[in-house]
Every structure is written in C-alpha cells, then in structure tokens.
C-alpha cells in the first residue's frame, strides 16, 4: 500500500528514451503538486521535474528541450518522457507528490544509461 509507485526505468545507451510513470494508490493524488526527483550515487536528491495540479510545468535546466512531465488525472498518473538521454542522467528516479506541506515518495527506479 505503498502512496506512489513508480515504473518504467531501466538501462539504455547513450540518445535513448525512457519514459516513467508514477501511480498514485488514492484518488486525492489526482489534485495534488507532483514531481519527478533523481538522485546519483554521492551526490543530493535534485528536482527534474514538476507539474502543478493545474498542469503547468517546471524543469531542471540540465533537462529541458529533452524531459517532459504530464499526468492523467483522471488515472491518478504522472509520466516523464525522457528523451535523448545522457550518461549523466543515470541516477534512481522519485516520483513525490505534496500534501498539506507533507512529502509523498516512491520507492524510485533505477535508469542507467551507458555511454
């Protein structure tokens, strides 16, 4: 019964895609801020992307042009589309969702990209 569940990561080469998704196991996610974090071996937790519950979005510089961030409300779903994928990118992924000042995680998922 874990909030969020996040899925789709995995090992690609270097220019690849991946594309995440992030369920939410209750209804009253669909109205909430989310986002996608990463964090790489040694270093912090870092925000890629987020969406509002009104759906506008917001994007790590080192990711935008590549990144896009969406969700299905009606599937209490966010997705990451990522494109043209980097070495750098490796790292395990969150998805969080806000509540009330309160952060929700996933249990993350691994995307390695070889160069």
């Known amino acids: 019964q874990v909030p969020l569940v996040e899925s789709g990561g995995g090992l690609v080469q270097a220019g690849g895609s991946l594309r995440l998704s992030c369920a939410a196991s209750k209804s009253f996610f669909s109205i909430l801020p989310m986002g996608w974090y990463r964090q790489a071996p040694g270093k912090q937790r870092e925000l890629v992307a987020r969406?509002?519950?009104?759906?506008?979005?917001d994007y790590a510089d080192s990711v935008k042009g590549r990144f896009t961030i969406s969700r299905d409300n009606a599937k209490y779903t966010v997705y990451l589309q990522m494109n043209s994928l980097k070495p750098e990118d490796t790292a395990v992924y969150y998805c969080?969702?806000?509540?009330?000042?309160?952060?929700?995680w996933g249990q993350g998922t691994q995307v390695t990209v070889s160069s």
């Open positions: 969406i509002s519950g009104g759906g506008s979005t």
């Open positions: 969080n969702a806000k509540l009330s000042g309160f952060d929700y």
